[in-house]
């Protein structure tokens, strides 16, 4: 057998990887996590628009978002608290991932039959409930890919998971837009039965992601270090000699400490005060495309590009272009290191930015939209594939799940709360304006990206 042969079978035998279950389980969990986190961003805000609702109110929407933003705060209770009933018939993973796809559907059925013009708060409240269950079940579904196989693996059900993730934003924003404007009558103007169908086409697809919970198997739970099982040895005696508490309350103590301290402790020890410039550069890595990302689909709107063109353009070939994008990342970050492509991918996402001040002062041109799609998805992608091994490598295997939630929500944090105001800032001083402001505050990541450098070293 020659070199070329022996070479072809090495490529075969490693793309056999993908046909593992676990990483075919991790692609329809993926698309069961892409798939609420558009309806209530992306797709809902075009709705909104739609019906006649204020930009401002439109953004103030984005809020809602802010639950994946402090999912931190009750990872510690989905990592180690058991349902009852529910986490004796599918154990503690599948118990807690059937409950948050039960209210997802519920709260996409919901959404369905709500009317933006006569009860908005009720819209706003259907759609906290939905971001809630989806940051819960995000929690829930990292827990299990990391518990579920070992470190060889973990790259496969990555890949699957994110390819997953992003055909469920093609039918959470191509596929809703084209039901609606389907089932509506005349698609140029608002008709609030078509967005009724097309909601509920989306929460009968969340059925995917109960089935799939239904069908795969309980991962073993890890088992805690022997550093921290002495740790919880000492909370217990303390609280029993000393503080004279009941055992059931001095357990519960050492529980809530191993549970919710000691994944934040553990962080800090590793890093020192090198820590605060690390959460800074998570919390504000993806600023730019986050803010952009609130008001985009408002921005479309007012542009005069249709349901049908933005379906295309956008949610179908934007999302391709994001698929590719993360490929070359991977490649680049495999060949020449996580920070430099982590620094050109949050200064390419910065430049193209720029892109949609030109775009606004040219209007309606599906040519000028489809180059900058393309230029921008292509950098997200590249910056994305960067930061989520960035993001890996500072993770801890013991406190996986729980630290992994709190970068994921710090990522999003500080660029949801100020997207909320993006609205106002348009109606003030312009989408120009807007996009160039917007750019601009990526130029602080670049600087922390390189003070971060040096730890990483």
């Not at 996409?108 to 009720?122: H, K, T, V, Y």
């Not at 890919?145 to 959470?172: H, K």
């Not at 805690?224 to 000492?234: F, I, N, P, V, Y």
């Not at 750019?439 to 670049?446: Q, T, Y």
Request: hydrophobic share 55%; with cysteine; aromatic share 12%.
């Amino acid at each position: 057998m020659n070199t070329v042969d022996t070479a072809n079978e090495s490529w075969l035998k490693n793309a056999r990887v993908y046909l593992h279950p676990r990483a075919v389980t991790l692609f329809f969990l993926g698309f069961s996590s892409g798939l609420p986190i558009l309806l209530v961003f992306g797709t809902l805000s075009f709705w909104l628009r739609e019906a006649g609702v204020e930009r401002s109110l439109i953004t103030y929407f984005s809020w809602v978002g802010l639950a994946y933003g402090f999912k931190w705060l009750w990872a510690p209770l989905v990592d180690r608290l058991a349902i009852p009933v529910l986490s004796k018939a599918l154990g503690r993973r599948r118990s807690w991932l059937f409950l948050s796809q039960c209210l997802l559907v519920l709260g996409l059925s919901g959404l369905a039959f709500a009317n933006p013009l006569n009860n908005l708060e009720q819209m706003a409240l259907l759609a906290i409930l939905v971001a809630f269950s989806s940051a819960t079940q995000d929690i829930v579904i990292d827990a299990y890919r990391i518990e579920s196989a070992g470190e060889r693996l973990q790259a496969a059900m990555a890949a699957t998971y994110m390819a997953g993730y992003r055909i469920a934003m093609i039918v959470a924003g191509a596929g809703a837009l084209a039901v609606a404007a389907w089932a509506s009558s005349d698609s140029s103007i608002y008709d609030p039965a078509a967005w009724k169908v097309a909601y509920l086409t989306m929460s009968m697809c969340m059925l995917i992601g109960l089935v799939t919970t239904l069908i795969i198997a309980e991962p073993a739970a890890v088992e805690m270090d022997e550093e921290t099982l002495q740790q919880k040895q000492k909370i217990i005696s303390f609280s029993e000699n000393y503080a004279h508490l009941p055992d059931f309350f001095a357990r519960f103590l050492a529980w809530a400490y191993i549970a919710v301290v000691c994944p934040f402790t553990d962080f800090i020890k590793r890093y020192g005060s090198h820590a605060l410039i690390i959460l800074a550069l998570i919390g504000t890595y993806r600023i730019s495309d986050v803010i952009l990302g609130i008001i985009a689909n408002v921005f479309y709107v007012d542009m005069g590009f249709s349901k049908e063109e933005i379906a295309q353009i956008i949610k179908v070939y934007g999302v391709v272009m994001t698929i590719v994008g993360a490929g070359l990342g991977g490649i680049l970050v495999n060949r020449f290191g996580v920070m430099r492509i982590l620094f050109i991918g949050a200064l390419m996402v910065s430049l193209t930015n720029l892109l949609f001040a030109w775009l606004a002062t040219l209007g309606h041109n599906t040519a000028a939209l489809t180059l900058v799609i393309s230029l921008d998805n292509l950098s997200g992608g590249i910056a994305t594939a960067a930061f989520i091994a960035y993001l890996s490598s500072l993770t801890n295997i013991q406190y996986s799940a729980t630290q992994y939630a709190l970068f994921s929500s710090v990522m999003l944090l500080f660029p949801k709360f100020l997207g909320g105001f993006s609205g106002g800032f348009v109606d003030n001083f312009g989408y120009e304006v807007f996009f160039i402001s917007v750019s601009l505050l990526g130029i602080p990541v670049l600087g922390l990206i390189l003070l971060a450098q040096r730890r990483h070293k």
